[in-house]
T-cell receptor, first 107, second 114 residues
């Protein structure tokens, strides 16, 4: 079993759509959780940290369920500029990345 | 930008050769981590250094080695290159001693092994 597993995707959605990504992790002792965004042929960039209480940043909402070892990311009102690969990241002494879910937002 | 730089940006080597990749972290960032990202995959953790000591390692063979220097620069060395070593190599840094903190990535080095 992989340490961090994500929806394989790809997701192709129209502008304005709401899209949700899911992620599960295997290490119950994990301490930190993040969503990173990676554009084609670029480095990953932090999108948002994920807290147990859930957190929101504009159109982006992240949720964490420690009991189920599950993380989610919701993007509302998708923009063309949201097209990218979204990486679920779990930290415990070091960072472990999921394989990423590719999102394409179309006009 | 993150303030993390890497060199070179691209590199072509042949099987069996050795390669050294370099990273310059933000000033004050005591932890540097290195990752290998194959095409279509997420970054895979290679190892991590904190104040010039290795303090974590992923599932990579000993021919992957590293160094961290007092001036916040670091190196990734790969000996006896194999075709499967072709990938994007990323370094990331963070201020503290915990590799689970938010990390800031450099632009990466694309290595092609022929």
């Amino acid at each position: 079993r992989k340490e961090v597993e994500q929806d394989p995707g790809p997701f192709n959605v129209p502008e304005g759509a709401t899209v949700a990504f899911n992620c599960t992790y295997s290490n119950s002792a994990s301490q930190s959780f993040f969503w990173y965004r990676q554009d084609c042929r670029k480095e990953p960039k932090l999108l948002m940290s994920v807290y147990s209480s859930g957190n929101e940043d504009g159109r982006f909402t992240a949720q964490l369920n420690r009991a189920s070892q599950y993380i989610s990311l919701l993007i509302r009102d998708s923009k063309l500029s949201d097209s990218a690969t979204y990486l679920c990241v779990v930290g415990h002494n070091d960072m472990r990345f999921g394989a990423g879910t590719r999102l394409t937002v179309k006009p | 930008e993150t303030g993390v730089t890497q060199s070179p940006t691209h590199l072509i080597k042949t099987r069996g050769q050795q390669v050294t990749l370099r990273c310059s972290s933000q000033s004050g960032h005591n932890t540097v981590s290195w990752y290998q990202q194959a095409l279509g995959q997420g970054p895979q953790f290679i190892f991590q250094y904190y104040r010039e000591e290795e303090n974590g390692r992923g599932n990579f063979p000993p021919r992957f080695s590293g160094l961290q220097f007092p001036n916040y620069s670091s190196e990734l060395n790969v000996n006896a290159l194999e075709l499967d070593d072709s990938a994007l190599y990323l370094c990331a840094s963070n201020p503290g001693g915990g590799g689970e903190e938010t990390q800031y990535f450099g632009p990466g080095t694309r290595l092609l092994v022929l």
